[in-house]
């Protein structure tokens, strides 16, 4: 018996959903992969102490300030704070950041530039 699309459609809307109203699971599926990957590459790579990384914070909601905090709390980065988006960009392009992270003021959405 195969299954049918539309069932198969509706579930993974409502998954989609569900999940853009968890911001704390928005949190582990955007920025922990993101913080994972700079320790891997930096265990790998073994470059410097601290890894820099620039966040433009445009608001300062619960969650904008927890993420911050969990930011700054680790002790491989070293996190620095842009005036702009663009500024972040030229930073990471001109290779004094090695990441950036811009959290809008509704931090649903993150949008990081590496």
């Known amino acids: 018996m195969t299954a049918k699309p539309r069932p198969v ?4 809307s409502a998954n989609l959903r569900r999940h853009a109203r ?4 928005l949190f582990f599926m955007v ?5 994972s990957i700079v320790f ?13 990384v620039g966040v433009v914070a445009h608001g300062s909601d ?10 700054r709390g680790r002790p491989d ?8 988006a663009a500024e972040l960009r030229s930073g990471v392009r001109a290779g004094s ?13 993150l949008e990081l530039s590496s």
């Open 97 to 109: 950041l090695a990441a950036g992270l811009v959290i809008p003021r509704d931090p649903a959405r």
């Open 31 to 35: 920025v922990m992969p993101f913080v």
């Open 22 to 25: 968890d911001r704390v699971g």
């Open 62 to 71: 619960p969650v904008t300030t927890a993420l911050l905090a969990e930011l």
């Open 9 to 12: 459609l509706a579930l993974v």
């Open 40 to 52: 891997v590459g930096m265990a790998i790579g073994g470059g410097t102490d601290r890894l820099p």
């Open 77 to 84: 980065l070293e996190i620095s704070v842009a005036g702009s």
